[in-house]
């Protein structure tokens, strides 16, 4: 298992972190399998997406600030409920 | 594959199975791999959450209800479309 | 690794394709194991529903429809917005 960090720099943005999987996979050897990547942070998903517009990034991630408002009147004291829900 | 029952007690809950599914992996004596775990039920799903503070789930459950309410003029007639949404 | 070709009639539609996959596990012989299933389209994804009432898929993608529009201002200029978020 290969573990690398990942910072954001703000609590709602995409992190292109393909570079870093290919690099790990090129580095197994491994010709043919299953690469599987996990976040375990709870606030954090994975997607999959070419990136060939940006504009896709920030449609997906208006989108998301609509069904799961940053701000909504959650109890979660930390005050990230909507991370977590979208997460 | 290991199997075991989870019941619910209501039709949008959260069951925690950390415990069982621990008591799995230690018991399999694997000590690096990929535990996968999978729900048959469809309308069941799988989340993960640290489970620090109680309010993380119920925020998570009134979000999910307010985005697929659990009656809404849905067709099918078990009544549990919004539970095969959510899942 | 096995690879097939899904067809899709309409922009957002649900395509049964488990005799597909029930066919490379059987040819696979493998009796027990996971069979991982991946959709390398980023505007398609995979649900698993017993489909024993065809009410269920409309209710889950007229609810999907609801919670991100097909129109809804997106900036992605392929129009397929709505696609790529529901995936």
Redesign the interface.
């Known amino acids: ?1 290969e573990q690398f960090d990942v910072r954001t720099p703000s609590h709602a943005c995409m992190v292109d972190i393909t570079d870093r999987v290919s690099r790990v996979v090129a580095d197994s050897g491994i010709e ?1 399998g ?1 690469c ?1 990547v996990f976040v375990p942070h ?1 606030t954090a998903g994975l997607t ?3 990136n060939a ?1 940006q ?2 990034q ?3 991630l208006n ?2 600030d609509k ?2 408002p940053w701000r ?1 009147g ?5 005050g990230n ?1 909507a991370a ?2 979208k997460a």
């Open positions: 298992m043919e299953i599987y709870t999959i997406n070419e517009d504009t896709v920030s449609d997906i989108r998301l069904i799961v909504d959650y109890e979660h004291a930390e409920s977590h829900i």
